[in-house]
């Protein structure tokens, strides 16, 4: 059999509206998600043994052995069968863009192939992030990430920041010292283009803002460098942090922006990406 090739594109929370806390201390999201054309690649080929074998840009300090979520995804189908997985990792990890989870999804959908058996129901053992990435589309997220609801969205021209600082989750939500907000409306408008949505979206939150600034500053300075460059409509921090993302009205404006932020901070993680648009 050849190998089966899985995208891990990054994850962006364009919204995150913290609604509540659960009694076993998770908390209740409305998240509009989507994802962008950047991520992490997953390969599996057949083998006798299982073994994971890390590489690519952003490998260093992300765990090989059985603490890395493409192992677990591995282990949760419950099979003594063998398969050599490579992760190429090219997203920073613990920065909000779901990394983790999106390579234990990739892992999920291509172990499915390569052993023929269904994706294991409990997957969001994994991580709360698990069921929006493993169809890695547009979505509405709820509950604490178990419920997702399809929603196409056009597409938007993105600039994605981090400044090399991680920012683990639960810190950030204990931080939110329960204080919740509103859900977003019952019913999401119709966007018949890119300028709608931005307009809409300038009148979300997202409410880990301001717990994850308080334990990472550097994300303030962030929000600012991008929110500075010409033609930023929109500068937002995805997830729990620390990245950003800023959006743009077109791919030259984004990559403009992607330059002019990595010649002034080199040691930040720059991408200009297109993101959502299925
Ligand atoms: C905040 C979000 C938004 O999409 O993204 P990231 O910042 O991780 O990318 C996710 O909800 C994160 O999902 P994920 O990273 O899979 O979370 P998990 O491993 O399940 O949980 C890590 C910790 O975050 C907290 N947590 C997570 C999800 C949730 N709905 N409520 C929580 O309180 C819990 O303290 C938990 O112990
Ligand atoms: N494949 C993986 N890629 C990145 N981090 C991983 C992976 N497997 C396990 N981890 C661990 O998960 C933690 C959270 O990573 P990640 O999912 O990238 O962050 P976030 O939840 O902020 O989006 C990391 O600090 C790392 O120790």
Same mark, same amino acid.
Not at 138 to 153: N, S
Not at 206 to 214: F, I, K, S, W
Not at 217 to 226: F, K, M, Q, S, V
């Given at each position: 059999?050849?190998?089966? $090739? ?25 998240? #509009?998600?989507?994802?962008? $054309? ?28 059985? $603490? ?15 398969? /050599? ?23 999920? /959908? ?77 019913? #999401? ?13 300038? $009148?979300? /939150?997202?409410? #880990? ?16 460098? #991008? ?8 500068? /937002? ?42």
């Amino acid at each position: 059999m050849a190998p089966i $090739d899985a995208f891990a594109p990054a994850k962006i929370n364009l919204t995150l509206h913290v609604t509540g806390r659960r009694q076993d201390g998770y908390h209740l999201l409305d998240s #509009l998600v989507a994802f962008a $054309d950047v991520g992490d690649r997953v390969r599996v080929e057949p083998a006798l043994e299982l073994s994971l074998e890390v590489g690519g840009p952003r490998a260093l300090g992300v765990p090989t052995g059985p $603490d890395n979520l493409v192992l677990k995804a591995a282990a949760l189908f419950g099979v003594d069968e063998g398969a /050599r997985i490579t992760l190429e990792k090219h997203l920073p990890a613990a920065a909000g863009i779901g990394g983790g989870s999106a390579d234990a999804a990739a892992t999920l /959908r291509a172990l499915s192939k390569l052993w023929g058996r269904t994706i294991p129901s409990d997957c969001a053992r994994l991580g709360a992030d698990i069921p929006v990435c493993l169809p890695s589309r547009t979505a509405r997220m709820q509950g604490i990430g178990e419920t997702v609801t399809p929603l196409p969205l056009p597409p938007l021209d993105a600039v994605l920041v981090n400044p090399g600082v991680s920012v683990p989750t639960g810190p950030v939500f204990a931080a939110l010292e329960g204080q919740f907000g509103a859900p977003m409306q019952g019913v #999401l408008p119709q966007f018949d283009g890119a300028g709608a949505l931005l307009d809409w979206l300038g $009148d979300q /939150r997202n409410d #880990l803002e301001t717990p994850a600034r308080q334990i990472a500053p550097a994300i303030g300075d962030t929000l600012a460098a #991008l929110a500075a460059t010409r033609h930023c409509a929109l500068a /937002r921090m995805s997830g729990s942090g620390a990245t950003c993302f800023g959006l743009f009205p077109s791919p030259a404006s984004a990559r403009a922006a992607a330059q002019q932020l990595s010649q002034a901070h080199p040691g930040w993680w720059v991408q200009a990406t297109r993101i959502g648009g299925d």
